[in-house]
């Protein structure tokens, strides 16, 4: 099976983790992509304490991307993805109900994978709708797919946040990767609307495969890497589908 694909521009983009708080040194990262180890926290200053106070590190990475991308604009649907979600949260919070405790309302509301772009929404007091999906080591192409399907709907551009944080040690076992705390966030426009010049145009199409995925980086990092680094061409398979990255000449 084959498919012709999509295809899109990053007008705008943010990326943020622990020790890369700067686009030079996210520059540097994607040259020679090293371990990334959890650290501080963002600021996100730019929402209200109120509302922050309730995001833990993973929605504070991801928050201090979407707002540093959006830079003031409004009105854009955003795509949130993120493979694992919040998940030290929910063990929290099962772990809570295995001992008879009660369970936080706030941490179960923040603890759902649609919390985060939620969040963000009701700081900006943005109508516009958000979407939040995860689906395993292929979650960044599916979220490029649906931010490329609101595109061709017809928005003007699409916010697509994407980010994760390291496993807790219950889940290590399974791992199939070495999961690093990041976030990035890419304001996409549509490659045959006029964009920009300056605006980086990007190809994503997909083949059956079978392969076992062999690089042992989170999908969220490669992708990051391959757009800052400026490669052409970059493939990823998930042991289902291979992913051909490319961009334009």
Known sequence: MRTQG???SIAR???????LTTPEAWAAWAEAPYAIRTGEEPGVKAMPAMLRRRA???????LEVAYQCLDGRGDIPTVFCSRHGDVAR???LLTDLARGEALSPTAFGMAVHNAIPGLLTIARADRANHIALASGAATIEHAVIEACGLLADGAPSVLLVACDCPLPELFKPFEDCE?????????MTSADAGADADADTIALAWSACDDKPVSGMPGGLEVAAFHLRGARTMERCDGRLRWRWSRDA
């Open 56 to 62: 833990g590190f993973l929605g504070k990475m991801a």
């Open 6 to 8: 999509v295809r899109f």
């Open 179 to 187: 999961e690093q705390p990041h976030a990035w966030a890419w304001l």
């Open 90 to 92: 929910a063990v929290d």
């Open 13 to 19: 983009h943010a990326e943020w983790a622990p020790g």
